[in-house]
């Protein structure tokens, strides 16, 4: 794979799940508001007594981009069944990372596992297990929602027998049964990526990965996203791994979070704990949101290109929310 944008590579499929009816060990119940895990207590057994499992496991890994370095020894665990936010500026190295969690990308140096598959010797069996909702839009407009998600199935390998079910239940699931047999080319910016959401989730995927889902989405939508992200998620189990540039949506929904800054980890908690060590750090009574934490950690230089992300990031961020709003 060469180090030049393949948007066409991202929409590829990247799982290929032929067990459909697996189960899913580690159910939890919906979103945990003020009753979130903390990092001690997702080392504890989950709801149905069973340990839990490391979902992914990244550590020392390096990524360059010729003489340009992305991920720069990035140390990463998901637990099973907890919602993780990946959070950090333009550029960070975001979704590089998340390009080698997927197999999209090699790992030229460092380690990475899926549920304990070895991301480079064990690539199919990692494919199988995750869904991956790219940032660069990868919904086909001249076809019709059902027949997005179809062309997903059939390349996932989803029984033929199965497939129209299949296919129905993934659009009812994110809301979209009434609309399935319209050209996706006529859905609002939140049907869009809630068609994606569907065909990252026809092959029910243990881990769902999604690069900013919600990127250029009204809040209502959203929303949207979000209820319909949880909502499997509460039913299935499913471990879900994150980028958005929302701290709000972090807060609200990411169980853990971590922070990154040009290409590594730079804090790592939940978002209750890292707005309470910066009011500690602070210690003059005002109350950080996880915003406050992200620009701690990002630096004052937020704005600027140099330090903050490149003309080329944000290029790209723009060009993908232009696309979906
Ligand atoms: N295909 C590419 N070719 C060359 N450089 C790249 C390529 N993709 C990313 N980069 C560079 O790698 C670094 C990390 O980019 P990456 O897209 O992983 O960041 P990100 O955290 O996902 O950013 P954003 O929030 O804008 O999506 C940036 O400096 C970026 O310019
Ligand atoms: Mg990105």
Redo the contacts with the bound molecule.
């Keep these: 794979m060469s ?3 393949q948007p066409q590579q991202d929409a590829t499929p990247v799982t290929d799940p032929r067990d459909g009816d697996r189960p899913h060990e580690n159910a939890l119940t919906g979103p945990r508001d003020g009753d979130r895990p903390g990092e001690d207590t997702l080392k504890d057994p989950g709801p149905d007594g069973r340990s839990r499992e490391e979902a992914v496991t990244v550590t020392g890994l390096r990524y360059a ?1 010729g003489s ?1 370095t ?1 991920v720069d020894g990035l140390d990463l665990t998901v637990t099973s069944g907890e919602v993780f936010g990946l959070l ?9 990372a998340i390009r080698c969690v997927t197999t999209l990308l090699p790992v030229p140096a460092g380690m990475v596992k899926v549920f304990g598959h070895d991301v480079t010797t064990d690539r199919m069996a990692v494919r199988r297990l995750l869904g991956y909702v790219p ?1 660069q839009l990868s919904a086909d407009a001249g076809l019709t929602g059902r027949e997005n998600v179809a062309l997903f199935a059939r390349v996932f390998d989803v029984p033929r027998r199965e497939r129209a079910a299949r296919v129905a239940q993934a659009l009812e699931a994110v809301g979209l049964a009434e609309v399935a047999d319209r050209m996706a080319g006529t859905y609002s910016g939140g049907m869009v990526r809630r068609l994606e959401l569907a065909q990252a989730l026809i092959s029910s995927p243990r881990l769902l990965i999604l690069d ?1 889902p919600t990127i250029g989405l009204d809040p209502i939508a959203r929303t949207g996203v979000w209820d319909h992200i949880m909502a499997v998620r509460a039913a299935s189990g499913m471990t879900v791994l994150v ?1 958005t ?1 929302y701290m709000d949506e972090a807060d609200q929904y990411c169980d853990r979070v971590a922070l ?1 800054h040009q290409g590594r980890v730079r804090a790592l908690g939940t978002p209750r704990r890292l707005t309470d060590d910066l009011r500690a750090r602070r210690g003059d009574g005002t109350s950080p949101t996880l915003e406050d934490v992200f620009r701690d950690v990002a630096g004052s230089g937020l704005d600027d290109l140099d330090k903050g ?2 003309f ?2 944000v290029r ?2 723009r060009r993908t929310a232009a696309r979906v709003g």
């Design positions: 180090d030049d944008d981009f340009s992305a950090g500026p333009n550029g960070a190295g975001k979704t590089t940032q900013e980028t540039h990154m992300g490149e080329r990031d790209r961020t």
